[in-house]
């Protein structure tokens, strides 16, 4: 019998492709001609700042990108970084069922820069899915710190062994899991819609 009534989800790499990690920044130096070594410098000083929501987009690239000169708009490469996000279809929908289907609490326990997740959440209508958003952009908390993951337990008001946690990322996974909270590390739809189904979540087959 099911006894699992909410669910916490990353958003990057489980229902859509990582927004800003490292081979998507190297798009970007590969697109736009930048300089690679001084580029992940300069974000690997500022990106906790920058997912902490304590500076804006704006203030992030006059750092890591506009500290010269350069021969495109800043519009332009914004433009080019939120393209990056693509949505796994197939994952989307099928939350979307068990959701419908068992009644399930869903929460964001994610990274995630401010206007990143803001284009994210309207672009791919993330607010029909989630019914909170613990980003880190909001609560000034980033995984793998356990506080976020404490946050989201008292935010959704649910028993900790009535929740799962999916991550891509196997040390988020690790710490959710040392923190008593049922944990799977995604890798695809496949394997991440059998794990659940082990735990009772299945969606009900279409006649």
Known sequence: ?????CLFLDIGGVLLSNG???????LAVEHFHLEADEMEVRHSLL???????RITID???????????????????KDFMFSLSTPDLEMIAF??????????KII?????????NAYKIKTFKLNEIFDFFISSCYVQLRKPDAGIYRLAID????????IVYIDN??????????????SIYHTDYLSTSKALAVLGLSVKQEK
């Open 1 to 5: 019998m099911n006894t699992i009534r």
């Open 20 to 26: 800003w990690d490292y081979e998507l920044r190297q």
């Open 47 to 53: 990106f906790v700042t920058y997912e902490e929501g």
């Open 59 to 77: 203030e992030y690239l006059d750092k890591v990108v506009f500290y010269t000169k350069r021969d495109f708009t800043r519009t332009e490469f």
């Open 95 to 104: 939350i979307k069922k068990i959701k419908l289907q068992y009644g399930l």
């Open 108 to 116: 964001a326990v994610s990274n995630e820069a401010r206007e990143l």
């Open 155 to 162: 935010v959704a008001q649910i028993p900790i062994n009535e």
């Open 169 to 182: 990322m196997q040390m988020f996974v690790d710490v959710a899991k040392d923190l008593g909270i049922t």
